[in-house]
C-alpha cells in the first residue's frame, strides 16, 4: 500500500514537471522566435545605417532650418567675417593677376605702372567693411529670406527624386516586411510594443515553469529524507527519482540556454542645430541550446570546431545519459551485469570525468565577456563627447535551459550518492 501511494504521488509530480517542462521548452522557442524577429525589424542595417533613415531624418532637419531661416546678432557678426575675408581674398587675387612679371611688352608695362600709382589697394581694402555690411543688408531682408527658403526647398525636393538602390538594404527591408505580416501591427512602432508586452508575459510564465520544476526536486528530496530507511521503498523511489533525472537532462538539453544580444540602445548628437536620435539599433542576435552548439559545431566545416562539438557530445550529452542509466541498471540489474566494470564506472566514477562543470563555467564566463565586448568596442570610437550620446546595452543573459541543467547536474550527483547507501551489491 505504501508502495502505491508513492507511486501515486510521485507520478502526480512527474506528470506536473513534465507539463512544466514541455511548456518551458514552448515558452522558449516562442521567445527566441519573438526575439529574433524584433532582431530583423530593429537591424541596425535599417536605423542608422539605412541611406532611407537618414535621408528623412535630415530632410526634416533642413526644412525646419530653411522656414526657420534668419540672422542674430551673433550670426551677423560671423557672416559680416566671413564675408570681408572673401572680398579681401578677391582683392588680393585680382592684385597678383594684374602685378604678377609678364613678358615686357608695351602695354603690360602701362597697366603695372597705372595700378601702382593710381590704384590704392590698401584703400579699397579699408572700405570692406561697409561692403560687407551693405551685401548682408541686401541679403537679411524678407523678400531675399524668402527666395533663398525657396531655393534650398527645392533643392530638397529634388533629393526626394533621386533613387537611392542598395541591394543589401532592399533585401532586409523585404526581410522586414515578411515579418511584419505575421503580426497584428501595420507599422515598426507598433510592433516593437507588442514584442514587449508579450516577452514580458513569456518572462513570468517562464519563471513560473522553472520554479515549479526546482519545487518538483524539492519534493523528490523530501520524499527520499521521509523515507530514507524505508528500504522496500528505495528502488521504486530511485526509478522514478531517475525518471525525474532524464526529464530534467531532456529541458536542460534543448531549451535556450544563453541569448547573446549586442545593441546600441541609444544614439544621440545634434545636426544643423538640430537633435537625431536612432534607438534600439541591434547589432547582433543568437539564442542557442547546448543541443543546439553541438549541431552547430558539428556541421561546420572546420575541423577544430567539430572536434569542439563531439567533446561537448560526449561530456554533456552521451556522459550523463550512459551515468543516468548505468545507476538504473546497477541499482535493478542482475548481479553480474550491475558489478561490471563498465556498469559501475558510469555508476560511480565517470562523475571525476563529466565536463559539465566546466561547461558551465565556460558558458558563464561567454557571458561576462560578451556583456563587456559591446561596450569596450565603442570606446575606441573617435567622437567628441560633446557632439554625440550613445548608450549601449548588451541584453546577453542566461537562460531557463541553464537554470535547469544545472539542477539535473546536482540532482545527479545527490543521486549518485543515495546510489551509494542503497546499492544491493558490494560498492568496493
Not at 584703400?123 to 551685401?135: D, E, L, N, S, Y
Not at 557530445?313 to 558489478?339: D, N, W
Request: glycine fraction near 6%; include cysteine; charge should be positive.
Amino acid at each position: 500500500m505504501p508502495k502505491l501511494v508513492l507511486i501515486f504521488a510521485l507520478a502526480i509530480v512527474l506528470v506536473a514537471a513534465g507539463y512544466f517542462g514541455y511548456r518551458l521548452h514552448e515558452l522558449s522557442e516562442k521567445q527566441e522566435k519573438l526575439k529574433h524577429d524584433y532582431a530583423e525589424v530593429n537591424n541596425i542595417m535599417l536605423g542608422l545605417f539605412s541611406i532611407d533613415q537618414w535621408t528623412g531624418k535630415v530632410e526634416l532637419i533642413i526644412r525646419k532650418q530653411v522656414k526657420n531661416l534668419d540672422l542674430n546678432t551673433k550670426q551677423e557678426k560671423m557672416l559680416q567675417k566671413e564675408v570681408e575675408g572673401v572680398i579681401i581674398a578677391m582683392i588680393d587675387k585680382a592684385e597678383a593677376l594684374v602685378t604678377k612679371p609678364k613678358k615686357k611688352s608695351l602695354r603690360g608695362k602701362l597697366v603695372k605702372f597705372a595700378v601702382k600709382n593710381f590704384v590704392k589697394v590698401d584703400t579699397i581694402k579699408k572700405q570692406v567693411p561697409g561692403i560687407a555690411r551693405t551685401i548682408i543688408k541686401k541679403i537679411d531682408n524678407p523678400t531675399t529670406r524668402k527666395q533663398l527658403k525657396n531655393m534650398a526647398l527645392n533643392q530638397v525636393d529634388k533629393v526626394d527624386e533621386i533613387d537611392f538602390i542598395d541591394s543589401t538594404l532592399t533585401v532586409n527591408a523585404k526581410r522586414m516586411g515578411t515579418v511584419l505580416s505575421g503580426y497584428p501591427v501595420s507599422n515598426v512602432k507598433d510592433f516593437n510594443a507588442l514584442v514587449k508586452t508579450e516577452l514580458k508575459k513569456i518572462e513570468t510564465s517562464t519563471y513560473i515553469s522553472s520554479i515549479a520544476m526546482l519545487c518538483g526536486i524539492g519534493i523528490f528530496l523530501m520524499v527520499w529524507w521521509i523515507f530514507r530507511k524505508r528500504k522496500q521503498l528505495h528502488a521504486t523511489l530511485f526509478v522514478l527519482s531517475l525518471i525525474f533525472a532524464f526529464l530534467l537532462l531532456a529541458i536542460g538539453l534543448t531549451a535556450s540556454m544563453i541569448e547573446v544580444d549586442a545593441r546600441i540602445n541609444e544614439v544621440n548628437f545634434t545636426l544643423l542645430g538640430q537633435e537625431v536620435t536612432f534607438t534600439d539599433q541591434v547589432l547582433f542576435f543568437q539564442s542557442k541550446s547546448i543541443l543546439d552548439v553541438v549541431i552547430v559545431l558539428m556541421t561546420g566545416s572546420r575541423a577544430d570546431s567539430i572536434a569542439v562539438g563531439v567533446l561537448i557530445l560526449v561530456f554533456s550529452i552521451l556522459f550523463p545519459i550512459m551515468k543516468l542509466s548505468a545507476t538504473g541498471i546497477h541499482l535493478l540489474g542482475k548481479k553480474k551485469l550491475a558489478e561490471s566494470k563498465v556498469i559501475r564506472y558510469f555508476a560511480f566514477q565517470s562523475g571525476k570525468w563529466s565536463m559539465a562543470d566546466v561547461i558551465v563555467i565556460a558558458i558563464l564566463m561567454a557571458y561576462i565577456g560578451l556583456n563587456g565586448l559591446l561596450e569596450t568596442q565603442l570606446t575606441k570610437l573617435q567622437i567628441p563627447a560633446d557632439s554625440l550620446t550613445l548608450i549601449s546595452t548588451h541584453n546577453t543573459a542566461l537562460q531557463p535551459g541553464y537554470i535547469i541543467f544545472i539542477a539535473f547536474v546536482l540532482f545527479g550527483l545527490v543521486l549518485s550518492t543515495i546510489l551509494k547507501f542503497i546499492s544491493p551489491h558490494d560498492s568496493h
